[in-house]
C-alpha cells in the first residue's frame, strides 16, 4: 500500500485499504455477477465514514480534505469500482454543491441524511438528447404558485435508483442558454418523479445507472439550489470536483490491474510480458501523479480546471490500457467469465465515457489553453 500522503489523509487511506480488503473484495465478483451492491454494504461504508467525506464535521461529515478523498476512492476502486463510483458520485456531484450553494436549512435538511448515510445522493444532468452540451436542456422547470413545476427526462443517472436526493438540472427557456438554467434539490418519492428503467452496463455493474421520468414534480421555492439561472456553474463546479474523483476511481481500477498482470508476469519467462509490464508502470506512474496534482490543487484553493481534466484524461486511458494488456497477459484465463482481468477490463472502459469524455476532456483542455477561443462551455 503506498504511503506518500499527508498524516489525516494517509489515516484514510489506511482505514479505506483494511476495509476494502475485508469487506469488498470478497464480495466484488458477486456484485459485477449479480449487478447489485448489497444495502448492507452501503450501510458499512456509511458507518465507516466514508459517505461523509469532504462534508464539514458541523453538518455530520468526518471531514478530509480532496487527498483523502481520493485516497479513499482509490482503495475502495482497487477491490470494486462499482463501490468506488456509489461512494464518488454521492460525495462529489450531490453532497458537494450543497455544501457550496445550499442554505443552512438546505444543509439541515438534506446535507446532513447525506453526511451520514442515511440516503445516497444522485446528479441528474444527462438527457436522452443533451450529453455534453447543456444548451440543448430540454427538462423544463416552471412557476407555479408556492414552488417550481418540473417536467423532463434524465438519462444514464448514477445511483438513480436507491437515491434519496437528486440534483436535477432544468432550463426555464431553452433560448436563454446557460442563463436559463437552475439546479434542484429533489427528494425521490416526490409526486411525478419516477425510475423509468435500469441499464444494464458493460462494466461497473452493480453501480446503478437509469432513467429517470419528471411529469408535473411540484417542488417548494426552498427545493432551488443557488439562485435561479446559476445552474450551469453548479453543475461545471460539480463536475470539475467529480473528475478528480472518477479519476481516482480510474487509478484504483489500473492499480489492481497492474498488481495482477505483475503476479502473472513474475510467473513466466516472456519478454514481450514484460514490455507490456514496462509501459504498464509507466501509465500508472504518470496517472498517480496528475491525479495528485489535480487534488492537491483544490485542497489548497487553486484554479484546477486544467489538473482534473489531465487527471481524468490520463488515469482513464491508462486504466483502460493497462487492463487491456492484463487481458493479454493472463491468455486464455483473463477472459474467462468470472476471472479479474476481464471484469477488470469492462470496469475500465467506462471511465473514458463518465463524467465527461475522452474527447470533452480534450476541448476542454484545448479551450483553457487557448483562452481566446470561443464557444459553448463543455462540460
Same mark, same amino acid.
Given at each position: 500500500?503506498?504511503?506518500?500522503?499527508?498524516?489525516?489523509?494517509?489515516?484514510?487511506?489506511?482505514?479505506?485499504?483494511?476495509?476494502?480488503?475485508?469487506?469488498?473484495?470478497?464480495?466484488?465478483?458477486?456484485?459485477?455477477?449479480?449487478?447489485?451492491?448489497?444495502?448492507?454494504?452501503?450501510?458499512?461504508?456509511?458507518?465507516?465514514?466514508?459517505?461523509?467525506?469532504?462534508?464539514?464535521?458541523?453538518?455530520?461529515?468526518?471531514?478530509?480534505?480532496?487527498?483523502?478523498?481520493?485516497?479513499?476512492?482509490?482503495?475502495?476502486?482497487?477491490?470494486?469500482?462499482?463501490?468506488?463510483?456509489?461512494?464518488?458520485?454521492?460525495?462529489?456531484?450531490?453532497?458537494?454543491?450543497?455544501?457550496?450553494?445550499?442554505?443552512?436549512?438546505?444543509?439541515?435538511?438534506?446535507?446532513?441524511?447525506?453526511?451520514?448515510?442515511?440516503?445516497?445522493?444522485?446528479?441528474?444532468?444527462?438527457?436522452?438528447?443533451?450529453?455534453?452540451?447543456?444548451?440543448?436542456?430540454?427538462?423544463?422547470?416552471?412557476?407555479?404558485?408556492?414552488?417550481?413545476?418540473?417536467?423532463?427526462?434524465?438519462?444514464?443517472?448514477?445511483?438513480?435508483?436507491?437515491?434519496?436526493?437528486?440534483?436535477?438540472?432544468?432550463?426555464?427557456?431553452?433560448?436563454?442558454?446557460?442563463?436559463?438554467?437552475?439546479?434542484?434539490?429533489?427528494?425521490?418519492?416526490?409526486?411525478?418523479?419516477?425510475?423509468?428503467?435500469?441499464?444494464?452496463?458493460?462494466?461497473?455493474?452493480?453501480?446503478?445507472?437509469?432513467?429517470?421520468?419528471?411529469?408535473?414534480?411540484?417542488?417548494?421555492?426552498?427545493?432551488?439550489?443557488?439562485?435561479?439561472?446559476?445552474?450551469?456553474?453548479?453543475?461545471?463546479?460539480?463536475?470539475?470536483?467529480? !473528475? %478528480?474523483?472518477? @479519476?481516482?476511481? =480510474?487509478?484504483?481500477?489500473?492499480?489492481? *490491474?497492474?498488481?495482477?498482470?505483475?503476479? $502473472? /508476469? #513474475?510467473?513466466?519467462?516472456?519478454?514481450?510480458?514484460?514490455?507490456?509490464?514496462?509501459?504498464?508502470?509507466?501509465?500508472?506512474?504518470?496517472? !498517480? %501523479?496528475?491525479? @495528485?496534482?489535480? =487534488?492537491?490543487?483544490?485542497?489548497?484553493? *487553486?484554479?484546477?480546471?486544467?489538473?482534473? $481534466? /489531465? #487527471?481524468?484524461?490520463?488515469?482513464?486511458?491508462?486504466?483502460?490500457?493497462?487492463?487491456?494488456?492484463?487481458?493479454?497477459?493472463?491468455?486464455?484465463?483473463?477472459?474467462? @467469465?468470472?476471472?479479474?482481468?476481464?471484469?477488470?477490463?469492462?470496469?475500465?472502459?467506462?471511465?473514458?465515457?463518465?463524467?465527461?469524455?475522452?474527447?470533452?476532456?480534450?476541448?476542454?483542455?484545448?479551450?483553457?489553453?487557448?483562452?481566446?477561443?470561443?464557444?459553448?462551455?463543455?462540460?
Amino acid at each position: 500500500m503506498r504511503s506518500d500522503l499527508p498524516t489525516d489523509a494517509q489515516g484514510w487511506r489506511e482505514r479505506a485499504h483494511a476495509f476494502a480488503a475485508s469487506a469488498i473484495a470478497p464480495l466484488a465478483e458477486r456484485i459485477d455477477r449479480d449487478d447489485r451492491i448489497p444495502p448492507e454494504l452501503v450501510r458499512a461504508l456509511a458507518d465507516e465514514g466514508f459517505l461523509g467525506l469532504s462534508t464539514p464535521t458541523a453538518w455530520d461529515g468526518t471531514g478530509g480534505d480532496t487527498r483523502s478523498t481520493v485516497a479513499v476512492l482509490e482503495e475502495l476502486s482497487r477491490a470494486s469500482a462499482s463501490v468506488g463510483v456509489l461512494v464518488g458520485v454521492h460525495l462529489s456531484v450531490c453532497a458537494a454543491p450543497i455544501v457550496t450553494w445550499g442554505s443552512d436549512a438546505q444543509r439541515e435538511r438534506f446535507l446532513r441524511p447525506l453526511a451520514r448515510g442515511e440516503v445516497l445522493g444522485a446528479f441528474a444532468l444527462t438527457e436522452p438528447g443533451a450529453g455534453s452540451d447543456t444548451a440543448r436542456l430540454t427538462t423544463r422547470y416552471s412557476k407555479d404558485e408556492g414552488g417550481f413545476l418540473l417536467r423532463g427526462t434524465k438519462t444514464f443517472i448514477s445511483n438513480a435508483v436507491s437515491a434519496g436526493i437528486v440534483l436535477v438540472f432544468a432550463t426555464s427557456d431553452p433560448a436563454l442558454g446557460h442563463k436559463g438554467i437552475s439546479a434542484f434539490i429533489v427528494p425521490p418519492g416526490t409526486k411525478g418523479f419516477s425510475v423509468a428503467q435500469r441499464f444494464e452496463k458493460l462494466g461497473l455493474r452493480g453501480s446503478e445507472t437509469a432513467e429517470i421520468v419528471l411529469d408535473d414534480v411540484h417542488l417548494p421555492r426552498e427545493s432551488l439550489l443557488g439562485p435561479e439561472g446559476v445552474g450551469l456553474r453548479v453543475a461545471l463546479g460539480a463536475l470539475q470536483g467529480g !473528475r %478528480v474523483g472518477i @479519476a481516482s476511481c =480510474a487509478l484504483g481500477v489500473a492499480e489492481t *490491474a497492474f498488481a495482477e498482470m505483475r503476479r $502473472s /508476469v #513474475a510467473a513466466e519467462d516472456a519478454d514481450w510480458k514484460r514490455t507490456l509490464l514496462a509501459r504498464a508502470f509507466a501509465d500508472l506512474s504518470a496517472a !498517480r %501523479v496528475l491525479v @495528485a496534482r489535480a =487534488a492537491e490543487a483544490k485542497d489548497a484553493g *487553486a484554479p484546477y480546471v486544467i489538473e482534473a $481534466s /489531465v #487527471a481524468k484524461l490520463v488515469a482513464s486511458g491508462a486504466a483502460v490500457r493497462i487492463a487491456s494488456a492484463g487481458v493479454d497477459v493472463a491468455g486464455a484465463a483473463g477472459v474467462r @467469465a468470472g476471472s479479474p482481468a476481464q471484469r477488470l477490463l469492462r470496469d475500465a472502459r467506462v471511465f473514458p465515457i463518465v463524467e465527461g469524455t475522452t474527447e470533452i476532456q480534450e476541448l476542454i483542455l484545448a479551450r483553457s489553453l487557448l483562452p481566446a477561443s470561443t464557444g459553448r462551455n463543455p462540460l
